[in-house]
Every structure is written in C-alpha cells, then in structure tokens.
C-alpha cells in the first residue's frame, strides 16, 4: 500500500499518537536548534558561546525558557489587549500545522500498526503549507499594530511586504516542482524522486526557493522586520514574557518547517542518499528518519551561517531583488521547464531538446552580459562625475543674491 492508504487506514489512536510525537520532535528541535545557533555563531565570530548550563552548555535553551516564564508579563497602555494576546498565539500554532503533510519516514510499524509518520496526505498538500505560512504572518502584523507603539507597526508592515513578495517567488520556485512531479500530494513528490533529487533536476528552482525560504522566515541577512538598529526589536518590541517566547518559538519551528518542506520538494524527504538505500529498512524502517532529520540540519546549518557571515541588507535592497529578479527569473524558468517536459513527453529528438536548452542558456547569457555592461558604465560615470539626466524634473537650485553673500 502507498502512504495515503496506509493513512487512511490509521485508526484515532495512531493519529494522536504521530500528533504528539510531530509536536514533541518540533520542541526538541527548537531546543536544540537555539542551542546549536549560538554555538556555530560563537565558533564562527570566535567567542566561546553557552557552556555552563548543562554538558556543553546543551541546557540553555531550557533554562533560557523557564527564565522567560518566570518574567513578569507587561502589556502596554496604549495596547489592544485582545489582539496583543491573541497574535503570539496565531504565529506559534500555524507553525506547528505546516508538519501535518511533511513526510517523515518510510512505511513503519507503530505499536504493531503499519504507517508511515505523516498526519495526513492532500492532493494539494504544498498549496496547504504555502496557506498556513500565509496565515502565519497575520500573528506579526497584529502584533505591530496592537502594540500601539510606532517601531511595532513598522515592523508589522515590513513583515507583511516581505512576505508577500517573497511568497509569490516561492510559490513559482514550485511550479517547476509540480510539473516534473505530476502531482501537489508530499507523499507523490517524494516518490517521484526515486531516481534523481528535484535539487539536481530543477536546480533554479531550488536556488529560488532555498533565498525565499530565508526572506519568508525574517533571518538574517532578511530580518528587516526586527532590524534591531532601526526597529529596536521589530514587531515583537512590546512583548515579554510567554508572549515573547511563543515568538521565539514560532521563528525556529518555521524555519524547520521550510527546512522539511525543502527536503521534502528537493533532496528526496525520508530517502537515504543515493547507494545508501539499504539503510532504509534499518530499525524496521525507522533509521529513515534519521535521514530525513540529516537534511533538515543541513539546511538549518544553512540558515546560521547566512547569519554569522552576511550583513543584513537594505530594505529597498530586499524588496528590490525580490520583485525584480527573484519573479521574473522564476517566471522564465516555469517557460522553459513547460517546454521542456511538452517536448520530452511528445517524444521529441534529443538534438532537438539539447539546442532548445542551448539556446536559452545563450539568451541567458546575452542579457546578463547586457545588465553587466550598463552597471559598469554607470559605475564609470559615476567615478568620472558624469552623472545621468535623472529621469524626472528636478527644480532649479536659486542663484543665491548678492546681499546673502556679503550679510
């Protein structure tokens, strides 16, 4: 039986049971993933990082918890204490819903039952991911704006445009996914990449989504939303207490959550890397989690060390590379995937496909070539003074008169 049978089999015991294991691994992981920042941060900038709570410092994350429980819980005065409340708890439980069609193992034995560690399986389960990671950002705006504090708000509407932005490059990265896999369901893409990885086939695809994911997550270099040197803290400036460390959590749950999707659209999901696939029966088939759990760390490692080497970018920077290269580049890259799967499943010759493809990467080239030719003249003429006719009227600078100059 595949995955959506033996799921569809499960009886409400089993459901309760992978609900609780899923929230459990999301909290362990949490724990470990603050843990394992702070480390490769200090490793990386040279400092010694959390090392007396627990061996190795492998406590502070809980202890850090329990001091955030214990502070004293502050609302403001200018607040909208409903929504104040209500929007840490929006952000912390859509995150937690996103892993409800993220396929974590192999067919396994649960209690002497047959399943496989995944809630459910919907036709459209990415389009369901892509909506709750929509709804989640409702939590953000509420808070800047129930806060009645200017630097919230601010943060709140960056929060909103940046994910606008960013989700619309991502949702394309995955139509490109769709198209070679045939189907929306996370069990069928996984199954699609019994062969090759979708990161190997659809390599643009994956470049897109891995940058949209980090803008989608508000991470360093793309956490315009709590830039703290110019928000103070972002949206989250006026909590304190369980309402900030529901924030806490929701940030790195979400970050889990795009790293599972991404290995489950990209790398292959449960699957062991290639030659390795008898290891996938190892611990009656359990031992495929531990793969599945390898690549979302890759990915985690990828988020840190963004954070520890690059510096965080301007707002209109951001904006500006999503709009106008992340769209139009996943836009051309939908055409030619289309073209390319029509021309494969007519069974067009090969010489055929091979200077289609050619030919694109030629058209690449010449129109980057072109991009990178004017930057460099404007960068000439900047250096030379010779600056460009703006391309809107800019009032006359008034001769100063002769009485300002001698008074």
């Given at each position: 039986?595949?995955?959506?049978?033996?799921?569809?089999?499960?009886?409400?015991?089993?459901?309760?049971?992978?609900?609780?294991?899923?929230?459990?691994?999301?909290?362990?992981?949490?724990?470990?993933?603050?843990?394992?920042?702070?480390?490769?941060?200090?490793?990386?900038?040279?400092?010694?990082?959390?090392?007396?709570?627990?061996?190795?410092?492998?406590?502070?994350?809980?202890?850090?918890?329990?001091?955030?429980?214990?502070?004293?819980?502050?609302?403001?005065?200018?607040?909208?204490?409903?929504?104040?409340?209500?929007?840490?708890?929006?952000?912390?439980?859509?995150?937690?819903?996103?892993?409800?069609?993220?396929?974590?193992?192999?067919?396994?034995?649960?209690?002497?039952?047959?399943?496989?560690?995944?809630?459910?399986?919907?036709?459209?389960?990415?389009?369901?991911?892509?909506?709750?990671?929509?709804?989640?950002?409702?939590?953000?705006?509420?808070?800047?704006?129930?806060?009645?504090?200017?630097?919230?708000?601010?943060?709140?509407?960056?929060?909103?445009?940046?994910?606008?932005?960013?989700?619309?490059?991502m949702g394309l990265s995955l139509v490109a996914v769709f198209i070679y896999a045939g189907s929306m369901s996370t069990s069928d893409i996984v199954a699609a990449q019994n062969h090759w990885w979708f990161a190997v086939v659809l390599f643009p695809s994956f470049v897109i989504y891995a940058i949209s994911m980090v803008g989608e997550t508000n991470r360093a270099p793309f956490d315009l939303a709590e830039a703290e040197g110019e928000l103070v803290g972002g949206f989250h400036t006026e909590y304190s207490s369980l309402k900030f460390a529901l924030f806490f959590l929701a940030e790195y749950v979400n970050i889990v959550a795009v790293s599972s999707l991404a290995t489950t659209l990209f790398l292959g999901g449960y699957h062991a890397l290639p030659g390795l696939g008898f290891t996938e029966t190892w611990l009656g088939g359990w031992f495929t989690m531990v793969w599945y759990l390898l690549k979302v760390i890759f990915f985690f490692f990828i988020f840190v060390w963004l954070r520890g080497t690059l510096p965080r970018m301007r707002y209109d920077q951001f904006m500006q590379f999503g709009w106008k290269v992340l769209i139009p580049v996943s836009l051309l890259w939908i055409m030619v995937v289309s073209t390319l799967r029509i021309m494969s499943q007519r069974n067009t010759g090969r010489p055929i496909i091979m200077g289609f493809t050619v030919g694109v990467v030629l058209i690449v080239l010449a129109v980057t070539s072109l991009f990178d030719s004017a930057k460099r003249r404007r960068r000439e003429a900047d250096a030379l003074g010779e600056l460009p006719e703006p391309s809107f009227p800019v009032p006359a600078i008034p001769e100063p008169r002769v009485e300002q100059l001698n008074g």
């Amino acid at each position: 039986m595949n995955a959506a049978q033996l799921i569809a089999n499960d009886p409400g015991w089993v459901i309760l049971v992978k609900g609780l294991l899923v929230f459990v691994l999301c909290v362990v992981l949490t724990l470990m993933s603050v843990w394992g920042e702070r480390r490769l941060v200090s490793f990386m900038q040279m400092r010694v990082g959390p090392n007396r709570v627990g061996k190795f410092g492998l406590l502070q994350s809980l202890a850090d918890g329990v001091k955030l429980a214990l502070k004293e819980d502050l609302i403001p005065k200018a607040a909208d204490r409903i929504v104040f409340v209500i929007a840490p708890i929006i952000s912390a439980t859509t995150c937690f819903m996103a892993f409800a069609v993220i396929p974590m193992t192999g067919k396994v034995s649960l209690f002497g039952h047959q399943t496989v560690m995944q809630l459910t399986d919907l036709p459209v389960g990415v389009l369901y991911v892509l909506a709750i990671a929509s709804v989640g950002v409702y939590g953000i705006v509420l808070a800047g704006w129930s806060s009645g504090s200017t630097y919230p708000l601010l943060g709140g509407l960056r929060s909103s445009a940046q994910v606008i932005s960013y989700e619309v490059a991502m949702g394309l990265s995955l139509v490109a996914v769709f198209i070679y896999a045939g189907s929306m369901s996370t069990s069928d893409i996984v199954a699609a990449q019994n062969h090759w990885w979708f990161a190997v086939v659809l390599f643009p695809s994956f470049v897109i989504y891995a940058i949209s994911m980090v803008g989608e997550t508000n991470r360093a270099p793309f956490d315009l939303a709590e830039a703290e040197g110019e928000l103070v803290g972002g949206f989250h400036t006026e909590y304190s207490s369980l309402k900030f460390a529901l924030f806490f959590l929701a940030e790195y749950v979400n970050i889990v959550a795009v790293s599972s999707l991404a290995t489950t659209l990209f790398l292959g999901g449960y699957h062991a890397l290639p030659g390795l696939g008898f290891t996938e029966t190892w611990l009656g088939g359990w031992f495929t989690m531990v793969w599945y759990l390898l690549k979302v760390i890759f990915f985690f490692f990828i988020f840190v060390w963004l954070r520890g080497t690059l510096p965080r970018m301007r707002y209109d920077q951001f904006m500006q590379f999503g709009w106008k290269v992340l769209i139009p580049v996943s836009l051309l890259w939908i055409m030619v995937v289309s073209t390319l799967r029509i021309m494969s499943q007519r069974n067009t010759g090969r010489p055929i496909i091979m200077g289609f493809t050619v030919g694109v990467v030629l058209i690449v080239l010449a129109v980057t070539s072109l991009f990178d030719s004017a930057k460099r003249r404007r960068r000439e003429a900047d250096a030379l003074g010779e600056l460009p006719e703006p391309s809107f009227p800019v009032p006359a600078i008034p001769e100063p008169r002769v009485e300002q100059l001698n008074g």
